[in-house]
């Protein structure tokens, strides 16, 4: 079985608002970047499933060429393969999904297992844009994954409102990936170091295709106004009332 599993480098979650609303600005001087943490528990249940029934994983990143220290840190995971593919301009998530065809196309993998958004934009766009334009059946949100034995479903459970959903799927597919799927394992020392010079697939934007201008731009980004107002405290609750009602918030 071979799997696709697209990775994303982020500014750190736990970097303060005012630096990562400047990165997303282009200012990211001072910026740590990361893998984006749902793509590397989708990294980490493709590693099991390939473990587990035999295949090949392979890793594709549509990122800058300084993003890759933070590919190969996912790399020494333990993938088979890689490919990066460098942007041409801004990209938007039609554009990441189209690329990511492209890549489908070549590689012929038997499902997509991906990240449900990216910790920087919180958008959960690609994986259903990427599944309608593969013509693919698609699982979100998936908390547990399971293969059948004959490689030609996958059973996906997914946590909703009223409790656990649970979804079969055709193979191939796309499925995205939730938090409480599995805790991804730290590279190990030696493999971090094999990563550091193994070989990866390096393409441009334009190798693919894909259209420069990006279909949807983000207008900008600003951090939330403060509150305004005072805190009156009060004694007990008669005395809340009395005040609710001088403000005319009840009758």
Do not use: H
């Not at 059946?137 to 399971?146: C, L, V």
């Not at 550091?196 to 980004?221: C, F, M, N, T």
């Amino acid at each position: 079985m071979k799997i696709l599993v697209p990775v994303k480098p982020v500014a750190d979650p736990n970097t303060k608002a005012s630096s990562w609303l400047a990165a997303q600005q282009g200012k990211e001087e001072g910026i740590t970047f990361v893998i984006n943490d749902f793509d590397l528990i989708a990294l980490e249940e493709a590693i099991r499933i390939r473990d587990k029934i035999q295949g090949e994983v392979v890793l594709v990143s549509i990122c800058k060429p300084d993003r890759t220290t933070q590919v190969r840190s996912a790399i020494a995971m333990g993938v088979n393969r890689s490919i990066v593919i460098e942007p041409d301009g801004e990209k938007s998530w039609f554009q990441t999904a189209a690329a990511l065809k492209k890549v489908v196309d070549e590689e012929q993998p038997d499902m997509v297992l991906m990240g449900k958004q990216a910790t920087d934009d919180d958008a959960a766009q690609v994986g259903p844009i990427l599944a309608e334009l593969l013509g693919w059946p698609q699982a979100t949100y998936a908390s547990e994954i399971t293969v059948a034995e004959d490689k030609s479903k996958a059973t996906v459970a997914r946590e909703v409102d009223d409790g656990i959903e649970v979804l079969e799927v055709d193979l191939p597919a796309v499925i995205t990936t939730d938090l409480r799927l599995n805790e991804p394992r730290y590279a190990t020392l030696p493999n971090l170091i094999k990563a550091k010079k193994a070989p990866i697939d390096q393409r441009a934007w334009s190798d693919w295709g894909i259209d420069a201008e990006a279909l949807a731009k983000v207008a900008g980004y600003e951090m939330a106004a403060g509150r305004g107002g005072k805190i009156t405290m009060v004694e007990d609750a008669q005395a809340l009332v009395e005040l609710l009602k001088e403000q005319k918030a009840i009758d």
